[in-house]
């Protein structure tokens, strides 16, 4: 089984709709966060948490909301989705020593019409 | 602001050749990591290398290595014999004040 999940893995959708991503983890990290990539742009940061109780937002969080329900779970919400927020998205964790890198999800491609 | 760049947008390298990728990256920081991450079309993140910037020895794992130079602010990932499983989008990035920075990503092509 996956350590980082993310469901769905592809999700089609109208312009208007309230969408939600959500992420699960098994490795027991406390951090987790939420980028979109897009061609040509790399993985932008949309907000991160470093535990249930702090949640920041990143380079780019307008338009998109988070839930941290639990250490293992980081949900991303799209209030009303609108076409530029196609793209795929990856939530990821890391571990708090500094040194460790992030461990992804296999992505949710989002289109929205 | 703390900024990664990968100038090269799309490469292509013909297999069992070798190719270097480019990173330069941007931080006023004394403490922070770096890391190159593989994406093939599977879509996966998949970490390849890593690299503390206080180590003045260049990383490397298996046919990955790094060329590493602080005072350059520079970054590069070597792919000896590459393989056609190497096909991927690669991603530099760094890590400091507890926050990752990813470069645009660079397209390799590797040809039978």
């Known amino acids: 089984d996956a350590d980082v999940t993310q469901t769905p893995r592809n999700r089609i959708t109208k312009t208007g709709k309230r969408i939600m991503l959500e992420c699960s983890q098994t490795k027991g990290h406390d951090r987790m966060y939420w980028y979109r990539q897009d061609p040509g742009l790399g993985l932008r940061l949309i907000y991160y948490s470093f535990d249930v109780k702090d949640i920041n937002k990143g380079e780019i969080s307008d338009g998109y909301s988070v839930s941290r329900q639990a250490q293992a779970k980081f949900s991303l919400s799209l209030e009303s989705a609108i076409p530029n927020q196609t793209a795929l998205y990856f939530c990821?964790?890391?571990?708090?020593?500094?040194?460790?890198?992030?461990?992804f999800g296999d992505g949710t491609r989002l289109s929205i019409l | 602001a703390q900024t990664v760049t990968q100038s090269q947008p799309e490469m292509s390298v013909q297999e069992a050749e070798t190719v270097t990728l480019s990173c330069t990256y941007d931080t006023s920081e004394n403490n922070y990591y770096l890391f190159w991450y593989k994406q093939p079309p599977s879509r996966q993140m998949i970490l390849v290398i890593r690299q503390e910037a206080y180590k003045q020895q260049n990383a490397t794992e298996n046919r990955f290595s790094v060329n590493f130079q602080k005072a350059a602010k520079s970054f590069s990932l070597k792919i000896s014999d590459s393989q056609l499983g190497d096909t991927a989008m690669y991603f530099c990035?760094?890590?400091?004040?507890?926050?990752?920075?990813f470069g645009s990503g660079t397209k390799l092509n590797v040809k039978p």
């Open positions: 990821a964790t890391s571990a708090p020593q500094v040194r460790q890198p992030q461990h």
């Open positions: 990035a760094f890590m400091a004040v507890n926050k990752f920075y």
